[in-house]
């Protein structure tokens, strides 16, 4: 996750660097360690770097985590040989190294030879069957051929071990409700919940999965954490607040006739969606004839 | 009240400033010479994955009320049953430490290296320094210090004449082997000073046992109040969107 801070500062070092103001290797630091992604910048700007002979010697030891920086990045812009020079370099520098490897396999992937990928990850995985980013590989490279039963089995095999991993909790969260597998996925987001707990969008997810699910003892438990997603935003999500307006107009459905809880939620309801009122007053005012037709609508059927 | 003992000039550069040189030197020997006969073990995937479960029980611990009660009980089932629960261990599958150390010759061969690197050269040193410097006054220490620092300073001359503040050559060696940390720290960089101090601090921790924190992990789980906190967000996000609109 990036904060709002650094995001700033990463925003302004991009800026500086893209108008020639210096900073680089800064930037790229920075990149790689808030673990995003803007390949295309980190190529460009750290092929410069690495095209100049003394500028890379100023980096000492520190010349090969930029190789390998650059060659991730160019694997993603589709830029081969770069990354094949890339490797090479480091190749040479580490010839036994598994890291390396890594990246040769990440390289056959890029390249769509699955199989030869696979073998190279294989034969990675004998050396060392505990490195999770070879794991993560081979899932991911599983879901990029469109195999998602054998992804999903992938994911289940690695947090039967890795139980921890909150990212591979979301991924196979994600997985499972493009699968509309969604009491799976209601399983995995309730999981990210506990890892994170303040964390607003596994509530925000945790919700959706459960109003899709139905019913009303799921649309109910759907809007409280709805509500704990507008807590969390200080109600500035719109999802969350559509979700609570359309779960109450589920329950009223549903409950029709045997309203006896109807008085104590229609007031988070009306609220909602007052304050969607206000919000695309002033971020959308073009939209808010859309959402009064909506919010009408929805009252009526 | 003692007269001031003259040391010779000849005591400072023949025993004091190579007695200080050698032992930064076999520091930094030793290491080279540890580095090179390090293995890099690799984990076991039993142990790592009760650290793991461990993680995931203490989350559970921590956010239980974030989650329904009916996840909350399926989780705790599924964590602490007696039959194949995650958190329980089976009674008398819990090797203790020791037992596992001799049953997997690798750690014992680690424990072994890692011995031999501080063992033998402190053995060593100590021979040759007994051999050469002994009995020496090597130094004075500019303060005066009560008669409990003899011990500590007067290793090796047996004079209850001689002012405390006066350091023997073998004491000159022990103050050395304990206090050059900050000098290697300098030398070979921040996290590569270890010396015989913080590696014995190691060793006596070595007897972490792993399914003693699943079995502690278990039972505070096991008395853990589920109490949903949820309701409660429902009347907190109006109050916020009461606050929004206004």
Request: hydrophobic share 40%; glycine share 6%.
């Amino acid at each position: 996750m990036v904060g709002a801070s650094e995001e700033v500062e990463l925003n302004r070092l991009e800026n500086q660097v893209d108008n020639g103001g210096g900073g680089v290797w800064e930037y790229l630091c920075l990149v790689r360690k808030l673990k995003v992604r803007r390949s295309d910048k980190v190529l460009k700007h750290g092929l410069s770097i690495l095209n100049d002979s003394k500028k890379r010697s100023k980096l000492g030891g520190e010349e090969w985590t930029l190789y390998e920086q650059v060659a991730v990045a160019a694997i993603d812009c589709q830029c081969l040989d770069v990354a094949k020079d890339c490797i090479k370099a480091l190749q040479k520098q580490f010839p036994e190294s598994r890291r390396v490897g890594r990246l040769e396999g990440m390289l056959l992937e890029a390249k769509g030879l699955w199989a030869d990928a696979e073998k190279a990850y294989s034969s990675l995985l004998e050396d060392n069957p505990l490195d999770q980013v070879i794991h993560k590989r081979k899932i991911s490279m599983a879901k990029a051929q469109g195999n998602v039963s054998a992804a999903i089995e992938g994911l289940n095999k690695y947090l039967d071990i890795y139980m921890a991993d909150h990212d591979a909790w979301r991924e196979l969260a994600e997985i499972y409700v493009s699968l509309q597998l969604y009491r799976q996925a209601a399983f995995c987001y309730e999981e990210l919940i506990l890892s994170q707990p303040t964390v607003p969008l596994h509530h925000l997810a945790y919700a959706d999965v459960l109003y899709t699910l139905g019913g009303v003892e799921n649309l109910q438990i759907a809007k409280k954490y709805y509500a704990a997603t507008i807590d969390l935003t200080g109600g500035k999500n719109t999802r969350a607040l559509y979700g609570i307006c359309l779960c109450t107009i589920a329950l009223g459905q549903l409950t029709k006739g045997r309203n006896k809880e109807d008085k104590e939620s229609s007031e988070l309801h009306s609220l909602a969606a007052t304050a969607l009122g206000k919000d695309y007053k002033y971020r959308a005012p073009d939209k808010v004839s859309l959402l009064t037709a909506t919010l009408g609508n929805l009252k009526l059927s | 009240m003692a007269e001031d003992l003259v040391l010779d000039t000849a005591i400072r550069d023949w025993v004091l400033i190579p007695l200080s040189v050698v032992m930064v030197l076999i520091g930094i020997l030793r290491y080279f010479v540890s580095k090179l006969m390090r293995s890099s073990q690799t984990p076991d995937a039993k142990i790592v994955k009760e650290g793991q479960i461990v993680v995931r029980a203490r989350n559970l611990r921590a956010a239980a009320n974030f989650i329904p009660a009916k996840s909350f009980r399926s989780r705790r089932a599924y964590y602490s049953n007696e039959e194949n629960g995650l958190l329980h261990v089976p009674k008398g599958q819990a090797q203790n430490p020791q037992a596992q150390m001799f049953s997997d010759p690798n750690m014992a061969m680690d424990m072994m290296k890692k011995n031999l690197s501080m063992i033998i050269p402190q053995t060593l040193t100590f021979a040759w320094v007994n051999f050469f410097f002994s009995g020496f006054v090597a130094a004075k220490i500019p303060f005066p210090l009560t008669q409990r620092f003899r011990s500590m300073l007067q290793n090796g001359i047996d004079l209850s004449s001689v002012d405390v503040s006066y350091v023997s050559s073998r004491s000159w060696y022990f103050l050395n082997l304990f206090g050059l940390r900050g000098l290697f720290s300098l030398i070979l960089g921040e996290e590569n000073a270890t010396d015989d101090t913080q590696r014995m601090m190691q060793m006596s921790g070595f007897g972490m046992d792993p399914s003693k924190s699943l079995g502690a992990e278990k039972d505070s789980l096991d008395i853990l109040q589920h109490e949903w906190a949820l309701p409660k967000f429902e009347q907190r996000a109006e109050a916020v969107l009461r606050k929004l609109i206004k």
